[in-house]
């Protein structure tokens, strides 16, 4: 054997493979993280608490046809929504879970509160979600 080494590609393939991986990584991260809710404009609110350990979000958005209401990203009218709420109760979720209310700015205020009504009667926890003034999310506002 007197031909020199040559190894060409075959040693640049596993730097290839690490720059693959991450590039792969960065383009699917944002799919992989858990996202509940859907988008809404967010009242201003200055205040902010600690994450909790089991949430249910609900989103009252606003529609032609009245409010839209979302339990996590799923549409549902009010009945759907207690029920869904009093199966959860029944499992003895409640004690344990934080139900955040996303209300957008242009939902009419007694619909947030027949909706508030209707989570605190069941045994919830309520957090109301409001942006935070400089313009990045906050975390939840308690009302109990």
């Given at each position: ?6 190894p060409?590609?075959?040693?640049a ?16 991260g ?10 809404v ?40 929504l ?33 909706i ?16 935070n ?11 109990d």
């Amino acid at each position: 054997m007197t031909l020199p080494e040559r190894p060409g590609l075959l040693h640049a393939m596993p730097v290839l493979d690490i720059f693959g991986l991450l590039a792969l990584l960065f383009l699917m991260g944002p799919s992989l993280v858990r996202q509940a809710g859907v988008t809404v404009d967010l009242p201003p609110s200055q205040f902010q608490l600690e994450r909790y350990k089991q949430t249910i979000v609900v989103t009252l958005g606003v529609s032609e046809s009245g409010a839209n209401i979302h339990f996590g990203r799923d549409q549902v009218t009010r009945e759907e929504l207690a029920d869904r709420l009093d199966a959860i109760a029944e499992s003895g979720g409640a004690n344990d879970a934080m139900v955040l209310l996303q209300t957008d700015v242009g939902t009419n205020v007694g619909t947030e509160r027949e909706i508030s009504e209707l989570i605190l009667g069941k045994g919830f926890r309520l957090a109301l979600v409001g942006a935070n003034p400089g313009g990045t999310r906050t975390e939840p506002e308690t009302t109990d």
